[in-house]
């Protein structure tokens, strides 16, 4: 069946550090891929997302590349800030007649000033 | 050009009530989800809905629970009797006409938190 795997947290990081949250899928076909943020007390927001294979999601500095080879979606970027400290959720949809989402279990990331 | 909106934000129920939650998709969606979220766990995808049709309610429990979209109004999700691990939040998410084309977005509300006591 389809699933999402994604890393434990949480993430603690300083502000201005590097980050990377991996996720990996296990889909029939061609999957269009997407990473999610969840603010504290907020629903979820599309932070990016990529619909083949080698294409790149960026936005407000996050970026993920999606990798057909390793079935990888792992999300990047290069100096984290306070404001980023949320949940990040890796999913999968592979359209069709229901065009459900399939949600990894999130990643809590903590940014400390 | 309001999101999609959920009410209430936050629901208690005592075990065996039922719990109404409500979701009204952005202006010019015709397609409602709802997922499930448990403590320390993704979503979980429950039902997809168009007016006045339920098109996959796969990931619905079998029992006690309902999901409605009329023709006018909110789309409703209904849970009986209520039990403790009902306790959730549960986020609905709209998208366009034309959904089934890869790689669109569903907008998601904020959620109404069911606490059963």
């Known amino acids: 069946g389809n699933s999402v795997t994604q890393m434990e947290g949480p993430v603690t990081l300083s502000e201005e550090a590097f980050l990377t949250i991996n996720c990996t899928y296990t889909?029939?076909?061609?999957?269009?891929l997407f990473w999610y943020v969840q603010y504290p007390g907020e629903g979820l927001q599309l932070l990016l997302k990529?619909?083949?294979?080698?294409d790149k999601g960026s936005n407000k500095g996050f970026e993920a590349t999606y990798r057909k080879e390793t079935t990888s979606f792992h999300l990047e970027k290069g100096s984290v800030q306070v404001s980023d400290s949320a949940v990040y959720f890796c999913?999968?949809?592979?359209?069709?007649?229901?065009?459900?989402?399939?949600f990894g279990t999130g990643t809590l990331l903590a940014v400390q000033p | 050009n309001a999101g999609v909106m959920q009410n209430p934000r936050h629901l208690v129920r005592r075990r065996g009530q039922e719990a109404r939650l409500r979701c009204s998709p952005m202006k010019g969606h015709s397609h409602v989800y709802w997922y499930r979220q448990l403590p320390e766990e993704g979503l979980k995808f429950m039902v997809y809905l168009q007016k006045e049709n339920i098109i996959d309610e796969s990931g619905m429990p079998k029992e006690r629970f309902s999901a409605e979209f009329p023709k006018e109004g909110p789309s409703i999700l209904r849970i009986q009797q209520v039990v403790r691990g009902d306790s959730a939040a549960y986020f609905c998410?709209?998208?366009?006409?034309?959904?089934?084309?890869?790689?669109?977005?569903?907008?998601f509300g904020q959620g109404t938190r069911l606490t059963v006591v």
């Open positions: 990529a619909t083949k294979a080698d």
């Open positions: 889909a029939t076909g061609y999957p269009s």
């Open positions: 999913a999968l949809s592979r359209g069709g007649a229901t065009n459900k989402l399939i």
């Open positions: 998410a709209s998208s366009p006409p034309g959904q089934g084309k890869v790689g669109t977005e569903a907008f």
